[in-house]
């Protein structure tokens, strides 16, 4: 009997070594990577600086900011693809803290926020904000600490069931992917009373889910074929996540 536990032990731990082996190779091969203009936007400039460690931090290269985003990237994509946008957020006076996630799937870490700002005590007001898995995760995070944020906006995506904001006084903010009439998913629709009812949904029409940033490759399935270009859909991304900012900071006051 000991020996058959001892061997059924092993085939266990191999079965899981193999698991694990399996996920690792998948997803290295399914990873979302930046594209060279992502790449080339993580550079510093007369803008915003750029410091790169635990996190990945874009601030202004002036000025003291007072509201601060925490970002969670999407399932298994490289977060340095979301830099072109960014950039541009934190170029008009925000510090945006990317936060890289355990084998690039922010599920594995949700509370990383926690950490970002033990890390900045200078901001005075804190948006999480996330896309896709991220977004959900971000969605999870902001239930969890209602009180102690500014806003929640999400990218494509929607809170966990058992992490609902309907009754949430928290400001909530949608940017969705949509038909070019401005429709979104079926899929989010039926997810809205996740939402408090006074969110806000900001409609991409046109818009693809990866669009969201700028990536080569991923393994991610899209509904449909872009309407729009990358960088046409990055401008309403870029427009709608500022006026969420400025929304959250007014309601802040």
Not at 50 to 59: N, P, V
Not at 61 to 69: E, F, I, R
Not at 125 to 150: D, K, N, P
Not at 215 to 222: A, P, Q
Request: hydrophobic share 45%.
């Amino acid at each position: 009997m000991k020996k058959f536990l001892k061997y059924g032990a092993g085939i266990v731990a191999l079965a899981l070594l193999l698991l694990a082996g399996g996920f690792y190779a998948w997803g290295e091969m399914s990873l979302a990577k930046p594209t060279d203009a992502a790449l080339a936007a993580m550079q510093s400039d007369d803008r915003v600086i750029i410091e790169e460690g635990r996190f990945i931090s874009f601030r202004p290269a002036s000025g003291q900011p007072d509201t601060g985003v925490i970002f969670y990237p999407g399932a298994n994509c490289d977060s340095r693809g979301y830099a072109p946008v960014f950039r541009r957020i934190a170029s008009r006076g925000y510090l945006v803290v990317d936060v890289p996630m355990p084998r690039y799937f922010a599920i594995f870490a949700p509370n990383r926020a926690d950490e970002v700002r033990a890390a900045h005590p200078e901001i005075k007001r804190w948006v999480i904000a996330g896309h896709s898995m991220g977004g959900a995760m971000a969605g999870y995070y902001a239930f969890h600490h209602q009180q102690e944020l500014a806003g929640l906006i999400i990218w494509d995506s929607y809170p966990p069931a058992q992490n609902s904001l309907a009754d949430s006084e928290l400001p909530v903010w949608h940017i969705h992917r949509a038909t070019l009439e401005g429709a979104p998913p079926e899929k989010f629709e039926t997810m809205r009373h996740l939402f408090p009812i006074a969110s806000t949904w900001i409609p991409v029409p046109g818009g693809i889910h990866m669009y969201f940033g700028s990536f080569d490759g991923g393994g991610y399935k899209e509904q449909w074929t872009p309407k729009i270009s990358r960088e046409a859909q990055q401008d309403i991304v870029v427009t709608a996540t500022l006026n969420a900012l400025q929304a959250m900071e007014a309601a802040g006051i």
